[in-house]
């Protein structure tokens, strides 16, 4: 019974929408029916409650006179599938290991803002993306359960094996491979018997980062990989205090999502006015608890109350996209072999 | 030997067979379009197809081998509560990946509940990581499907046997050779080669309790190439190396399963005469007892954790839970339409190997027939207009292989023995499949029907490519929420998955059971 009643009940919904649009549209005249339409395609995580979607959302459409509509996917497959018919005037969420191929399929216009206004810890140069957070990759330990964390990468590395920790695959994740690159930036040449060193302590590996958290807050693991900025998400939401990232002086990998538009839309206007809305202290004072990662232009005094008390890296590593793309293959390949012996 | 003049003709069935062909076919196609010359296969992908193809078949043959006791001793013994232990035994094969990793971990993992007990009794604890845990999760899985495909075919026994064996006193070595091998002969192949499929493309749960990248499957190679090389070359041979592995062992089944006659019986509630002495009756409960344990306590672990994740539950959960309610709906009727007739094509060929082709879609790799779509839908219509009918339809055809294998033997049994008295009254037709078929298979339709909406609802499926806010599944917003640390309140939405899975389940196949015995 349940089951039957359902779709009649939507498609209902459906048409009593669109009868009302209809209706509303004829009463309304030309005026409502221009309401333009900006098309942002973002991750999926982006429009759930709590992420930060709706609230972009509302926060834009309340400047623009426009209406903000997110599609959300598998980002970049979806743009590369659709080519030059995607519907998308906007993206955001590409994180920066992958600009690098987005920026090849050519569908990509100068944002046009001025990277002067980033306060991120690294120079940032980009004319096409638009860095609109950034955190870095850390190591996360429950402080109740673990007396002496590594202050150090090296020890880490030094830790008697029964440590467990548990990371992501850099074949399937991001903060997986932004981990291989953070290796091999501290390590260079020694990145193969970092690995072997490290092989005992890693319990298993995940597809992705949730299942990898998910252990951690389980209590199977003892470390998780993770961002600097995860105790916020324990802090601010939950009261609890005991998550913390271990801050290694060696550095920690910069990570960043960015915001880009597409050269073909239709509305360049509105799309340029949503690229200046990222840079607004509006968006910006929301990304920290919306989406538990640090603001890309706003300087730290402005951050939200706490926030600046959040344990943060001194020194930042970082490849440019080249760069990552250029180790990116090998790094896999050392990583695979150490830890399939 | 085989009826000439069948009262159901193939046609229809050879056609629906065609179309699933043709879809995963078209689905090549599109992906050949867009698909730029890439690198080959290296050493680790020979190494991945190496291990997948290990993992797989040490699954299936153990998911078999521990679902013949566990199935023997569920047919033979009538205990209240039994209808519902056999549902919930049904209910890992349907979980969500995700959710049943960190359910087993609970129970198995370093600091599990086992390795607790293990602790407290001053011995040793065990690992899980491994190719062990590999084959245990899979096992987890599969042996539910295993023990159900079984446990169908004891019931399908006729009671007659049982009487006269017991007329005759047969002994119990005797009663097995005659009564148990032929059909053991019957069923094990089918259902060990349709694990081995479903281990085959398993991928999340063979690395994780793999330990890491020496468990590396086929269709994680798959993902990587698609999503971040964006080789589609390298992603569509990596799948059609695995339709051909999963062809293989369909083929292999499908041949040594023998095709001898088989007639029905008057339909009585099997009685079991042979089975009352106390030392049978003391091992079937024990195997009912380690089987239920084994399955129902990482249930629970998801359970309890699920329950302090309710509260937390965003409203935006509901939503979605209809979404996938409809999905599952309709890929329930999609599948009826395509496995019905497909299975009474197969049923009246004398070889079964056109079986084989209910398997493609399933090892074909969703995530690849998905993309191949989109990429033919594009130019055509919005793809993300048509996410839901197209998660539907993929998710229809990820359940054909079960439905198959459940419904083919009593087609096959069916058509063998009423042939003559149909066509004696002119039963051909709609009116056959109204007046013969469909009574005499409700059974197996209601359980192919729950078990493809089951898994439809638990599928994350090919919705993660590309789904509007609004068009979110369950399984998709469950991902959404522990993307975004709400870890609790994704338990909550896995619980209520769970459930919604099984109440589903257990409404079709209590629908095809109804007026037959419990």
């Not at chain 2, 971040?228 to 059609?240: I, Q, Y």
């Not at chain 2, 990482?298 to 309710?310: D, V």
Request: charged residues 15%; glycine residues 8%; negative net charge.
């Amino acid at each position: 019974m349940i089951i039957l009643s359902l779709r009649p009940l939507q498609t209902k919904g459906t048409i009593m929408r669109r009868t009302l649009l209809a209706t509303t549209l004829l009463m309304a005249g030309p005026a409502l029916a221009e309401t333009p339409v900006l098309t942002v395609y973002a991750g999926d995580y982006f429009t759930s409650e709590w992420g930060p979607g709706p609230r972009i959302e509302e926060g834009f459409e309340a400047i623009c006179d426009c209406d903000l509509q997110f599609s959300t996917g598998d980002l970049l497959p979806r743009l590369m599938l659709e080519g030059a018919r995607t519907k998308a005037d906007v993206v955001i969420g590409l994180t920066s290991d992958v600009t690098a191929r987005a920026r090849a399929t050519g569908l990509f216009a100068p944002h046009g803002q001025d990277n002067g206004a980033l306060t991120l810890p690294i120079d940032w140069t980009d004319d096409t993306f638009l860095p609109f957070n950034y955190g870095h990759t850390a190591f996360i330990y429950n402080e109740t359960l673990m007396d002496t964390p590594p202050a150090s990468f090296d020890a880490l590395l030094a830790m008697p094996d029964d440590i467990k920790i548990v990371i992501q695959d850099p074949r399937t994740s991001i903060s997986g491979l932004a981990l291989l690159l953070w290796v091999d930036a501290v390590y260079g040449e020694d990145a193969g018997a970092v690995w072997e060193q490290l092989a005992p302590k890693i319990l298993t590996v995940t597809k992705d980062w949730s299942s990898s958290y998910g252990m951690f807050t389980d209590g199977e693991v003892d470390m998780v990989l993770s961002y600097t900025t995860s105790p916020a998400y324990h802090m601010f939401a939950e009261d609890d205090f005991t998550k913390k990232a271990a801050i290694f002086p060696e550095g920690h990998y910069f990570m960043t999502e960015t915001v880009a538009k597409l050269s073909r839309t239709e509305v360049p206007e509105l799309a340029d006015a949503f690229l200046a809305y990222v840079l607004s202290e509006d968006f910006q004072r929301m990304i920290p608890t919306a989406n538990w990662s640090l603001p890309s232009a706003l300087p730290e005094q402005d951050w939200p109350e706490g926030w600046s008390d959040l344990p943060l890296p001194e020194a930042v590593l970082f490849y440019d996209e080249d760069e990552a793309e250029a180790r990116k293959a090998e790094a896999i390949e050392t990583w695979r072999r150490a830890l399939s012996q | 030997m085989a009826p000439r003049a069948q009262p159901v003709v193939g046609r229809s069935g050879a056609l629906a067979g065609a179309a699933v062909v043709g879809l995963v076919v078209l689905s090549f196609v599109g992906l050949g379009m867009r698909a730029e010359v890439g690198r080959g296969l290296g050493p680790a992908e020979w190494a991945a197809i190496r291990f997948t193809v290990v993992q797989a078949a040490l699954s299936a043959v153990l998911s078999v081998v521990f679902a013949i006791p566990l199935a023997r001793a569920l047919a033979r013994r009538r205990f209240a509560g039994r209808g519902i232990l056999i549902t919930l035994l049904g209910a890992p094969f349907i979980l969500p990946v995700i959710v049943a990793v960190l359910g087993l971990l609970t129970v198995f993992g370093r600091n599990g509940w086992l390795n607790t007990v293990l602790e407290a009794a001053g011995l040793p604890g065990v690992s899980i990581y491994g190719i062990h845990g590999v084959v245990l999760a899979h096992v987890f899985f599969n042996l539910p499907l295993a023990t159900r495909l079984l446990l169908q075919g004891w019931q399908s026994i006729p009671a007659e046997r049982f009487r006269l064996a017991a007329q005759l006193d047969l002994p119990p070595a005797t009663l097995r050779r005659t009564l148990e091998y032929p059909l053991l002969v019957q069923i094990v192949p089918g259902a060990a080669a349709l694990i081995f499929v479903i281990c085959l493309t398993s991928f999340a749960v063979a690395l994780t309790l793999g330990g890491g990248p020496r468990a590396t499957t086929i269709e994680l190679a798959i993902y990587q190439a698609f999503r971040f090389d964006f080789d589609l070359a390298r992603a569509s041979l990596l799948s059609l190396v695995q339709l051909a592995l999963a062809g293989s062992a369909a083929l292999i089944a499908l041949w040594i399963i023998p095709n001898f006659p088989l007639t029905a019986g008057l339909d009585r509630v099997q009685q079991r005469w042979d089975v009352r002495g106390g030392v049978q009756r003391a091992g079937d409960v024990a195997m009912i007892a380690l089987g239920s344990g084994f399955l129902l306590l990482p249930l629970l672990a998801i359970t309890l954790a699920g329950l302090r994740g309710l509260p937390q539950m965003p409203p935006g959960v509901w939503l979605t839970a209809g979404n996938s309610l409809w999905v599952a709906v309709l890929s329930i009727a999609v599948l009826l339409l395509i496995a019905l007739p497909m299975a009474a094509w197969i049923a009246t060929r004398r070889a079964g190997g056109a079986e084989a082709i209910g398997l493609i879609g399933l090892s074909a790799s969703p995530l690849m027939i998905g993309t191949g779509w989109f990429i033919l839908i594009n130019p055509i219509a919005d793809p993300v207009a048509l996410a839901l009918p197209v998660t539907a339809l993929i998710n229809a055809l990820m359940g054909l292989p079960f439905a198959l294998r459940i419904l083919v033997p009593q087609m096959r049994e069916t058509l063998q023995s009423y042939h003559r008295l149909a066509t004696t009254l002119g039963l051909r037709g709609w009116s056959a499949w109204r007046w013969l078929v469909l009574p005499r298979l409700r059974p197996q339709i209601g359980f192919a029907a729950g078990l493809t909406g089951a898994l439809s609802v638990g599928d994350l499926g090919v919705i993660a490519l590309f789904a509007d806010p609004e068009r979110a599944t369950l399984p998709l917003q469950m991902y959404r929420l522990m993307g975004a640390y709400r870890l609790e309140a994704a338990a909550g939405a896995a619980l209520l998955l769970v459930a919604m899975a099984l109440a589903l389940f257990w409404t079709c196949d209590r629908l095809g059971r109804r007026d037959a015995e419990a």
